[in-house]
């Protein structure tokens, strides 16, 4: 059998058959649109939406009223960027972002300074993180809304979200956090964090694709994104996807009650991954923070002198799936906005590699990448006219 080693998990992850098997009735026999009350299948939907917003908000310290199911993580964070923006225009039109975040903020940001307000794009460290003090720099009388990400899904960074919640509280100005990617891999409580807004999505801890939520703190004013029905008490409309709620909430549960032990397993194989790529390849540079300050999953690497996509396609040959630092997924060749963010000059930014791990990654999948990369980045390196200078000056 061909080896098989999945390492992308920043990307998607493998939806759990606990996840599957929570959605199937909801495919099948208990089929009923929530809000159809007047007979019985319609009740039992109802009921059980009910049930998956509070294991919902259980898991994340919430109230059941504070969370909004949306149709993916894209959406939440266009909401709330939107909807705020949209909601306190009276206030003022100035939005504060970061540099990293993920293009569905940055793209909501990029619409909305069309439709006439103001964003500070505010910069980060060599590590990826944004400094507080520059968020408290940026405020200004017109501020109505600070989006900061929870964790950034390139480089693994965790963000200072305590003590920029804690600025957005004393200027009482609205803080939304993309928590995306922190669900499952580190703890996530809205009360901790003191966030107004967070957006999830459930394919990033093995729920099923197409389903988001955005938490919404009581007394937040907050304008449509969707219009139509009554859904979502009155805030999103579209008839639940009642399957998908199903697997967001067993996916979320399963998430909470595994963390520690899936965090501490994750951290050890990240570490042996980044230990063995350090001592076996040359020139390898580890891009965002050592330790407590990067996501327990995240590996992300510059390979001096080759490119990302290269190293890909020679991966994908030995069956190893993992993930460029290119905005391939835009459809361009692009190095990505957050390695040049954090400071790389655009060919070493070109030459990246980011590999996370799962729940399901075994030590043998490991040590089989610290055998196959070498010579992949051996190869291509002997193939580059750059590094054949960098090997004539060293003689
Ligand atoms: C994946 C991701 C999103 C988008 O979520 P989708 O459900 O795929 O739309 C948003 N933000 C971050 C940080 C992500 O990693």
Redesign the pocket.
Same mark, same amino acid.
């Given at each position: 059998m061909n080896k098989s080693v999945y390492l992308d998990n /920043?990307a998607t992850t493998y939806m759990k058959k606990e996840v599957l098997d929570a959605m199937l009735p909801y495919y099948g026999e208990y089929f009923g649109n929530p809000s159809s009350k007047f007979y019985e299948v319609g009740r039992i939907a109802e009921k059980a939406v009910y049930g998956f917003r509070k294991t919902v908000a259980d898991a994340i310290g919430a109230k059941i009223n504070e969370i909004y199911f949306t149709g +993916? !993580?894209?959406e939440a $964070?266009n909401w709330a960027i939107k909807g705020i923006a949209d909601a306190y225009r009276n206030k003022g039109n100035h939005i504060i972002t970061s540099s990293i975040e993920?293009h569905?903020i940055l793209g909501a940001c990029e619409f909305l300074e069309k439709h006439g307000y103001d964003v500070t794009y505010l910069p980060v460290n060599e590590y990826g993180i944004v400094n507080p003090d520059d968020v408290e720099k940026a405020i200004t009388d017109k501020t109505i809304l600070i989006s900061v990400?929870t964790a950034n /899904?390139e480089i693994g960074s965790i963000q200072p979200i305590k003590a920029i919640s804690e600025i957005a509280k004393k200027h009482k100005i609205v803080f939304h956090t $993309?928590a995306?990617?922190a669900i499952g891999h580190m703890p996530v409580n809205v009360n901790d964090l003191g966030v107004d807004l967070l957006s999830m +999505?459930g394919?990033?801890f093995h729920g099923p694709k197409g389903v !988001?939520v955005l938490y919404i703190k009581n007394g937040i004013r907050i304008s449509n994104l969707i219009h139509g029905g009554g859904q979502e008490r009155g805030k999103r409309a579209a008839t639940e996807n009642v399957a998908g709620m199903a697997g967001f909430a067993k996916a979320i549960e399963i998430a909470a009650a595994d963390l520690d032990k899936n965090m501490a397993e994750m951290e050890r194989k990240r570490d042996k991954l980044i230990k063995g790529i350090l001592e076996k390849i040359p020139y390898a540079r580890l891009n965002g923070p050592v330790g407590e300050d990067r996501l327990c999953n995240n590996v992300n690497f510059s390979f001096k002198y080759i490119e990302g996509e290269s190293i890909l396609m020679m991966l994908d040959m030995k069956g190893v799936a993992a993930s460029s630092g290119s905005a391939c997924a835009s459809g361009s060749l692009d190095p990505s906005h957050v390695l040049l963010a954090i400071g790389l000059p655009h060919e070493i930014a070109h030459g990246s590699l980011r590999l996370s791990v799962g729940d399901d990654t075994t030590d043998e999948d490991i040590d089989y990448v610290l055998e196959v990369l070498p010579p992949i980045v051996e190869k291509l390196r002997m193939m580059s006219p750059l590094y054949e200078e960098v090997l004539k000056a060293q003689k």
């Open positions: /920043n +993916s !993580g894209c $964070d993920h569905a990400m /899904n $993309d995306v990617q +999505s394919h990033k !988001g």
